[in-house]
Structures are given as structure tokens and as C-alpha cells.
Antibody
Framework: QVQLQESGPGLVKASQTLSLTCTVS??????????WSWIRQHPVKGLEWIGY???????YYNPSLKSRAAISGDTSKNQFSLKLSSVTAADTAVYFC????????????????WGQGTLVIVSS | DIQLTQSPSSLSASVGDRVTISCRAS??????LHWYQQKPGEAPKLLIY???SLQSGVPSRFSGGGSRTDFTLTISSLQPEDFATYYC?????????FGQGTKVEIK
């Protein structure tokens, strides 16, 4: 059974860098066939996919974040992390980590498992 | 980016009702379209993947249909635990996107 758990500061000052970690159990983040994503949920704007990392270490980010996001993995701890720089009040949201899968045919599935989410508030 | 538009944004229904939620994509997503249920204070839960495949453990009263740009989520007989917000999501092309959600409330 795959489990994901987010951790990190719940309060970040504007202009600083938000840093969150997702600890994974039940599957290795270095296993092929999985995307490891960060997703956030604004109170008003709904769900927004931030980006992913997969087993090779390759990453992809939502262009809406204007190159402020960086996702990295630590296979020794079975964790992956998000750094979001130059935060503003608009980055206040609940942040989730999640896993999705892909197969040899190129099919990409939905987000099968999620962390419980962590609220990050950006203060001025 | 592929825009997903859900309708309605909210609906009121009674226990036992048949409920259908629509998700329309701004361009074809093939069958890379998934549905989630979210209750307050919880993470979204995957219900349907690949447009019509039921995720393991999800009750059979949930079903999905459609292809390319038009998709539906149907709850055949609404149960008390189904009152929640439902989202569609596409993984056809990056950036992956979500619909704005449909809130199902008790009538």
C-alpha cells in the first residue's frame, strides 16, 4: 500500500522560498512507471498541478509558475521535495503530493494516491 | 493548456437520485481523463481513470463515459456519503489540468 506524507513549514514570509518534502512508503521513488507530483489547492482557484519528477530524475513544471518551482528526489530517504521561490500571498494554498503511473504504451493514469495535504500560508 | 469545464458547478439532489456531471475539454484528451471525489479537509480520491475504468474499491454506482472532448461521471443512486465535490482531470498533455469542480449537495 502506497502512502505519502507532506511535511514542511506552515508559514512562509513573502518573497522567501517555500520548501516541502513528501515522504513515500510502499514503493520506491526510483522505480520506473511512476510520476511523483506536487499539486496545490487554492481556496478559490481550485486544484493546480505544479509539476512532477520521475525515476530518472527528469522533471516537468507547470509554466504558470514562471520557473519558480523546483522538484528534487532523495532516493536514500525515499522522499521528493518542492521548492517554490519568491512566494506571494497568491501561493497560499494546501499543497499535496501524489503518485500517478504510466505504462509501456505511453498511457498516463490519474493520481492514485495522495498525501493528506499541508496548508502553507504566505505572510507579509 | 487544455481547459476542462465542468457543469453544473453545483447541484442539489436527494438520496437515491441519479446524478450526472459533465466535463468538457477545450481539445481532445483521448481517454486520458479521470474523475475524483473530494470531501472537506481531505485529499481528492480517484474514482474513475481512463474515462470509464472504475478504480479498485470504488462502489459500482459510480461510472464514467465519453471520449475526446466530452465526458460524464454518473452516480446511479446517490448515497449519503456521496455528498462531496467532484473534479475531472486530464493527463493527455502537460500541464495536466483539473476542472473547476462540481459540488453535490443535499436537497
Amino acid at each position: 500500500q502506497v502512502q505519502l506524507q507532506e511535511s514542511g513549514p506552515g508559514l512562509v514570509k513573502a518573497s522567501q522560498t517555500l520548501s516541502l518534502t513528501c515522504t513515500v512508503s510502499g514503493v520506491s521513488i526510483s522505480s520506473s512507471g511512476y510520476y511523483w507530483s506536487w499539486i496545490r489547492q487554492h481556496p478559490v482557484k481550485g486544484l493546480e498541478w505544479i509539476g512532477y519528477i520521475y525515476y530518472s530524475g527528469s522533471t516537468y513544471y507547470n509554466p504558470s509558475l514562471k520557473s519558480r518551482a523546483a522538484i528534487s528526489g532523495d532516493t536514500s530517504k525515499n522522499q521528493f521535495s518542492l521548492k517554490l521561490s519568491s512566494v506571494t500571498a497568491a501561493d497560499t494554498a494546501v499543497y499535496f503530493c501524489a503518485i500517478s503511473s504510466y505504462d509501456n504504451s505511453g498511457y498516463r493514469g490519474g493520481f492514485d494516491d495522495w498525501g493528506q495535504g499541508t496548508l502553507v500560508i504566505v505572510s507579509s | 493548456d487544455i481547459q476542462l469545464t465542468q457543469s453544473p458547478s453545483s447541484l442539489s439532489a436527494s438520496v437515491g437520485d441519479r446524478v450526472t456531471i459533465s466535463c468538457r475539454a477545450s481539445q481532445s484528451t483521448s481517454n486520458f481523463l479521470h474523475w475524483y471525489q473530494q470531501k472537506p479537509g481531505e485529499a481528492p480520491k480517484l474514482l474513475i481513470y481512463a474515462a470509464s475504468s472504475l478504480q479498485s474499491g470504488v462502489p459500482s454506482r459510480f461510472s464514467g463515459g465519453g471520449s475526446r472532448t466530452d465526458f460524464t461521471l454518473t452516480i446511479s443512486s446517490l448515497q449519503p456519503e456521496d455528498f462531496a465535490t467532484y473534479y475531472c482531470q486530464q493527463s493527455y498533455s502537460t500541464p495536466w489540468t483539473f476542472g473547476q469542480g462540481t459540488k453535490v449537495e443535499i436537497k
